[in-house]
């Protein structure tokens, strides 16, 4: 009776290795879609979805294609109705396995554009991390770029997004559209990064800030670094900071290891929201006449300059996103409502008058543990 089970259980995983992949596509069938951009329409109620599909090869290290990617524009009511008539135009089955970006275009984003992310927020075609920026005009003039180093436009901007952002204060991947997902379910406001189109190239600095699931403003990459040190989430970068005359021109400073936090905190009946910064790293450059480099007080002075200059920094991005926006990616909101229910429930009426009279209150310590490269201004 055992020899008898088992060879049933034999023959049974046998049969299932060879049915369970009836259904499983070739690669030279699949059409692989690695970027979408979203531009509004001339039409009313459409919208200009653009696929960039790259060809199998170009997934191969070693391999040369003459075109390695493919543009095709389709004018639809959504995405999943353009992804349906894209069928009806290629010898291909459009996957989205393989998708690296998404970029919303300034029209799109000026409107409420939750409702063109259903498909991508819903599916499981699309990978959860999926990237998201603002492009600062049309979004397909990304996906049109020719990069001489033949790279697909849509690796070029995905790569950017996840690398530089451990390394540049003004760049940031926050958003993914799993998370966009949650902040449409949860209903909290966010930033996502912004790339402006030039001639033949890119800029990735700055953000655009989302309310409603709409553009409310643009932050510039100062901003974002300010931005980036309210919601928590800066790793390393670089900061550079003017001196005063008898210090010098100015200084980089590298920043390797950084803590932020924000808390909201109530006195009496009033809001305050305060944030406690430490930056470490290194003096990368000084351009200066001083010769006085090395000596404690010349530090201690740099350091307090350099606390300055963040805190004014910190202080004008809330201010602006606070005031002229109306937003808040900080998650102050959801803060107070775990910290101080009481508070939140007393003043949930007329919340955004109590945000924003919240006020800002910073505490910044910088370490600067070593000094690098130094110029003098008659180099």
Known sequence: MGKRLILTLILAGLTLLLVSCWDQIEIEDQAFIVGIALDKSDEPGKLEVTFQIAHPKAFMAESQVDEPFWNITQVSADITTARNELINKINWIPTFEHCQILLIGEEVAKEEFSKYLDFLMRTFEVRKKLLTAVVQGKARDILDIKFKSGIIPSFVVSEILNKNTKYSFEVTDYMHIGKMHVAYIEGYDFILCRIVPLKDALSVSGGAVIKSFKLAGWLSGEEVMGARLLR??????????????????????????????????????????????????????????????????????????????????????????????????????????????HFYKANAGHWDEVYRSAELEISTEIRIRRIGEIKNQQD
């Open 232 to 341: 928590g989430d800066v790793e390393s970068g670089f900061l550079e900071v003017k001196l005063p005359p008898e210090l010098g021109e100015r200084v980089i400073l590298r920043i390797y290891e950084s803590e932020s936090e924000l808390e909201p905190e109530i006195r009496g009946d009033k809001l305050y929201a305060v944030l406690n910064v430490r930056l470490e790293g290194d003096i990368n450059e000084i351009t200066t006449p001083s010769s006085d480099l090395n000596s404690d007080e010349y530090i201690k002075k740099a350091r307090a300059v350099i606390e300055r200059n963040l805190e004014n920094i910190i202080k004008r991005t809330f201010k602006k996103v606070q005031q002229e926006f109306g937003s808040d990616p900080f998650r102050i909101k959801e803060k107070t409502q775990s910290y101080y229910p």
